[in-house]
């Protein structure tokens, strides 16, 4: 009982204890009431899904937001138009070592390489994992509209000219990002070698290329990238992109404008002597 806990002069009266205790139960009784009817409970229930969705809504749209930026943030540091023409320069001569080094190839007339810059080559990511901007993964999927060329002159059995040409580059793959905490620069590493794949065509220009070597031109090309891309972007190796700032024209810039010149020149020079005949992946096409 209460009583036996009571001290004289001290504490609720007995009285006050059973009202306060009448009263709580009174209120509990109020409270339970008749259980729910189906059209409350279907009602409630409809209200709850409606409130999750709008939410949900909230955060995809949150999400989307970061990963449009990051893909923003991605096609700027990788792709501006002063990286990309550092990536032509370094496809530009990969591919002439290449295809120098094969055995039937007596000349390389020229070899370009057009990175243009746009949003239209801008990945295709979606966010995977997310822990920071020092540590995200995301699915990338890039269809660039690059395109390479190379006149290669060759010799086996009979004498021949080829026009080399390289498009329809498309890369997929996991890839791990890590920004710098000042944003100057960023780490690219595919998680795994992703899966790459590029159209290579032959047009003739004078005499006759064996399909033999017409296959080997494509898969030297294919080769070729997909050494680099696994010796410079697989982990755990990393591709490190810093952001440059604006500079002066330089001795390296007045080489290159001066070779474009005499690729174009040399471009003029075939076009007017030979007519075209392209092949690709071993089959006669339109000229």
């Not at 040409?165 to 990002?177: D, H, N």
């Not at 890590?178 to 005499?207: I, M, N, Q, W």
């Amino acid at each position: 009982m209460m009583d036996d806990f009571m001290f004289e002069g001290l504490g609720p009266s007995p009285d006050a204890i059973r009202a306060w205790e009448d009263g709580r139960a009174a209120r509990e009784e109020a409270s339970e009431g008749p259980p729910p009817t189906i059209e409350e409970q279907l009602a409630n229930e409809r209200e709850r899904s409606a409130r999750l969705e709008r939410e949900l809504r909230a955060a995809r749209g949150e999400t989307e937001g970061w990963i449009r930026a990051a893909s923003s943030i991605m096609n700027m540091l990788m792709l501006s138009p002063h990286q990309n023409k550092g990536y032509a320069t370094m496809a530009t001569r990969m591919l002439q070592k290449a295809l120098s080094q094969l055995g039937f190839v007596t000349g390389l007339r020229y070899c370009d390489c057009s990175f243009p810059a746009s949003d239209a080559s801008r990945p295709e990511i979606v966010l995977k994992r997310w822990k920071s901007l020092q540590d995200s993964e995301w699915d990338v999927a890039w269809t660039p509209a690059w395109t390479a060329e190379a006149c290669v002159d060759g010799s086996r059995g009979i004498s021949f000219t080829t026009l080399l040409k390289v498009s329809g580059i498309a890369i997929a793959g996991r890839v791990r990002l890590k920004f710098e905490a000042d944003g100057s620069a960023l780490a690219v590493s595919f998680l795994e070698a992703p899966a790459f794949r590029c159209d290579v065509a032959c047009h003739v220009t004078l005499g006759q290329v064996p399909m033999p070597i017409q296959a080997e031109l494509g898969r030297v090309v294919r080769d070729e990238a997909i050494r680099w891309l696994t010796e410079k972007m697989v982990a755990p190796n990393e591709y490190r992109v810093v952001l440059h700032a604006k500079k002066e024209l330089s001795e390296d810039d007045l080489e290159r404008a001066m070779e474009a010149a005499r690729i174009g020149a040399e471009r003029a020079s075939i076009g007017a002597r030979w007519p075209s005949t392209p092949t690709q992946n071993g089959k006669k096409g339109s000229g």
